[in-house]
């Protein structure tokens, strides 16, 4: 086999559920986020130039953020939370709870700036470095540290105003 199709299929075999998780995370569909997966990958056997092994998954997580942000442009419209996930049947009292708690969380991450998103998503999720974030993203390192720190108040707010509401209710 060619070298560089070595390479590629290494690279896919080992990245791949990264680039789809995180995709995941950025859009909130499963479908789209196979779609956005797909098309990293594309990309990165169309491009030019060597590849640095050493920064792949960054690479490959910049060229997902890059897709998705030129698709949301070109929409112009508002991720909202996937349809499909919520199941239509009905749930017994406790599990329907969890379940609109859930879906209350991830609305609010969804509804966090894009940039504190994917910050936050890349340091809790994928557990890459800050300074490795900063580059990603175009940021210093103390701004990446800024968003993520709010990102998380903002979730912790949000979560607790839940358990909250869940307590009260009872």
């Not at 698709?71 to 499909?84: C, F, I, K, Y």
């Not at 379940?99 to 700036?113: D, F, H, T, V």
């Amino acid at each position: 086999m060619d070298t560089k199709v070595t390479i590629f299929h290494d690279i896919y075999r080992r990245y791949a559920p990264d680039v789809n998780r995180f995709a995941y995370w950025l859009c909130g569909n499963a479908d789209e986020a196979k779609d956005l997966t797909a098309e990293t990958f594309i990309r990165l056997w169309t491009a030019k130039g060597d590849l640095r092994m050493e920064t792949v998954k960054a690479y490959l997580f910049t060229i997902t953020r890059n897709i998705f942000l030129q698709r949301r442009r070109d929409r112009a419209t508002v991720v909202a939370l996937d349809e499909s996930l919520i199941d239509p049947a009905p749930l017994p009292d406790a599990r329907l709870e969890n379940r609109s708690q859930l879906q209350i969380l991830w609305a609010g991450l969804q509804s966090l700036p894009e940039i504190d998103r994917t910050a936050l998503i890349l340091k809790v999720y994928e557990d890459l470095p800050y300074a490795e974030i900063a580059r990603l993203l175009g940021l210093t390192v103390a701004a990446v540290k800024v968003k993520i720190h709010r990102a998380r108040i903002k979730l912790a707010a949000l979560a607790k105003n839940v358990g909250g509401k869940h307590h009260e209710d009872h």
